[in-house]
């Protein structure tokens, strides 16, 4: 049955435990708008390690986690988030059919790059069903707020969902949970990290997904 592959694909989603002490922020005041409405960039987000605690809680925004599972357990997440692992479920360079997607510079007849690695248009799917699978984990009347490791993982996420349709001032990039760039501080790094869950690595998680019931693309 078709029905069985988003249940299979949900079923990988973690979520975030929330502090007791919750504060809700309200939802009627509209997110910073971004300085540009496709940029799947950290460094160009409104939305970033230093603010995020700002906007958690609302009921017009989804929050994503795209880190590997492992990631999310051992190094501690944000309360409010779940985690969509990107490059175990949603992408990865590499042809696959363990994926959703697989992404690849797109050249021309002529060798020419017609897409860079990871912007939108450089994403193919591996299954008949790959979009509506995005469209289900992904909803496209919220605002998505996205954090990564060192913000990679979400900015190729965001480039992806932009080619399918979704609108791209709608998604943040707020960069990095665990590893420092730049001038970009890591979230458990933070020192004013309000909703900071912390994570615990005397254990490990042994996971699989189950794409069997998927549709390969010909």
Known sequence: MRKCYVIVLLSIVLCGCSPSSIEENPANNPLPA???????????????????DDFLFREDTYYVD???????????????????PFYQAIANIKTSTDVLYSFDRIRDAGGNVIFSLGEPGSFSAN???????????????????????????????????????????????????????????????FKDAKYLIRGNNAYTLDYKINFGELTPKK
């Open 34 to 52: 971004k300085k540009s409405a496709d940029s799947t960039l950290m460094s160009e987000s409104v939305i970033n390690v230093s603010n995020l």
């Open 66 to 84: 795209t880190r590997e599972i492992n990631q999310w357990l051992e190094e501690g997440h944000v309360a409010g988030f779940v985690n969509i």
């Open 127 to 189: 299954y008949e069903e790959s979009l509506s699978i995005i469209n289900a984990i992904f909803p496209k009347d919220k605002n998505i707020i996205f954090l990564s490791t060192a913000g990679v993982e979400a900015s190729y996420l965001i480039a992806l969902l932009i080619q399918e349709g979704y609108d791209g001032s709608k998604l943040y990039n707020a960069g990095p949970f665990s590893n420092t760039v730049g001038n970009n501080v890591a979230y458990r790094d």
